[in-house]
């Protein structure tokens, strides 16, 4: 009973703390200014369907795309056990759905293998990341926690599957003593081979089978409420991340509807513009962004395929795709901690342009969408760099030389060329 009451408040805590932390995580994607993203719900859910569950952007790279399926698979199906571990944790039953039979034994043997391929990929994504150091793990923001986050999970994710096998093991050796409650179920096809490593005495058994039973349920609540804080949120995210992404063209500019009432009505006098709230410029702070663009913040794998494909960064530019987004998650994270000490109307004095992100990134940019592209979950970092030069050049005013002067050709000769409209194809008669 004591047991049973230790499970249940765990649950609970596990449950509650999660929960607490999730919301404050919407809380701060509310930040973000509204954008409609509810139209074409057909096509958004057969995006979400491609793009997250059928994971095809990430089949570019067949190894790693091989690899992250086998742990996304195990993750998702191993789990299902956690079903039968709860109501065995709560009633004090074990193995509750063994009067499934053949299916039962089917189950589990299922299990441990995917729990060996799991165990397996890890090891090679541990291998990748720490001997053959893959350049794209590599940059300037890439240090300390960002490096450390991926080797947490994946050794925690060893770690856990070497606890169910070994709980596994022990249970079919106890099993084969008729030991208590321990049934005949269940089919072994990877523990059998561990079995040889445990002791052979009943007593030392039991406690080994309830260690490894109790580390994997307490490992299942402690990864739970560690993916907050952590860029594996995308295991939740990448869901709903795909299903609002934008179907728009991409690199498509959005319309202000200040300037669009301005435009037309310089071009119809008759025309009476619907009132609209004064509106900013682009984006200087997190608060400026959609909440889209907060929410592929918190999505971010940090896996680097963006900026191994960004020509400004592979010919020594400055700009990082992935930086841009793990620098937005980390000012919005830092204005949810303001809010939460100080209050909604803290101005802590800082901006995500500027002391997050530099001109000289932002202008980096080619705007090529080669960071869009190669994204599995459909982020889009060139929308947030697009609002912040605009900011830049509608709100202060500043932009590199090079930027002005064709900005100036626009608007006096209707090209980005400083020639004139009638001189435009002189260089055809040359020659």
Not at 12 to 37: M, W, Y
Not at 296 to 313: D, F, I, K, L, M
Request: aromatic fraction near 10%.
């Amino acid at each position: 009973m004591a047991s049973q009451l230790i499970f249940l408040i765990l649950t609970l805590a596990g449950v509650a703390l999660f929960t607490f932390n999730s919301r404050k995580v919407i809380r701060n994607i509310k930040l973000g200014k509204p954008e409609n993203r509810t139209d074409q719900p057909a096509k958004r859910f057969a995006t979400m369907l491609k793009v997250a569950f059928g994971q095809t952007k990430m089949a570019v790279r067949p190894v790693p795309f091989l690899l992250h399926l086998v742990v996304y698979l195990g993750f998702v199906i191993i789990n299902l056990e956690v079903l039968e571990i709860m109501i065995d944790g709560v009633f004090g039953t074990h193995r509750i759905f063994a009067g499934l039979g053949g299916l039962y034994n089917f189950l589990i043997g299922s299990f441990e293998l995917l729990a060996l391929g799991v165990w397996l990929a890890c090891a090679i994504f541990l291998i990748r990341r720490n001997v053959l150091k893959l350049k794209r793990f590599s940059g300037v923001e890439m240090k300390s926690w960002p490096k450390s986050d991926a080797n947490y999970i994946l050794i925690t994710e060893i770690l856990l599957m070497t606890a169910f096998l070994l709980m596994n093991a022990s249970d079919a050796k106890l099993q084969a003593l008729g030991e208590g409650h321990y049934i005949n179920a269940g089919a072994f096809p990877v523990s059998v081979y561990l079995q040889g490593l445990l002791p052979t005495t009943a007593s030392s058994l039991i406690l080994v089978e309830r260690v490894c039973w109790w580390f994997h349920i307490v490992g299942i609540f402690a990864f739970l409420n560690y993916l907050p804080y952590s860029k594996h949120f995308h295991i939740i995210f990448a869901f709903p991340n795909t299903y609002f992404s934008n179907l728009e063209p991409k690199g498509e500019f959005t319309n202000m509807a200040s300037v669009t009432n301005e435009v037309k009505a310089m071009l119809d006098p008759s025309f009476v513009p619907a009132e609209t709230a004064p509106g900013k410029f682009g984006t200087k702070d997190v608060n400026d962004l959609t909440w889209v663009n907060l929410m592929n913040a918190y999505t971010c794998t940090e896996c680097g395929r963006c900026t191994s494909v960004c020509p400004a960064n592979l010919t020594g530019k400055l700009l990082s795709p992935r930086k841009i987004m793990m620098d937005t998650r980390d000012r919005l994270e830092e204005v949810g901690k303001n809010i939460d000490k100080h209050g909604a109307d803290h101005q802590d004095g800082k901006s995500l342009l500027d002391d997050y992100i530099s001109r000289e990134e932002i202008w980096a940019c080619t705007s090529c969408n080669a960071c869009t592209e190669a994204c599995p979950i459909n982020i889009d970092p060139l929308a947030i760099i697009v609002e912040l030069r605009r900011y830049a050049v509608m709100e202060e005013s500043v932009a590199p030389a090079s930027i002005n002067a064709m900005l100036g050709n626009v608007e006096n000769n209707g090209a980005p060329w400083k020639y004139s409209p009638a001189d435009r194809f002189n260089w055809a008669q040359e020659g």
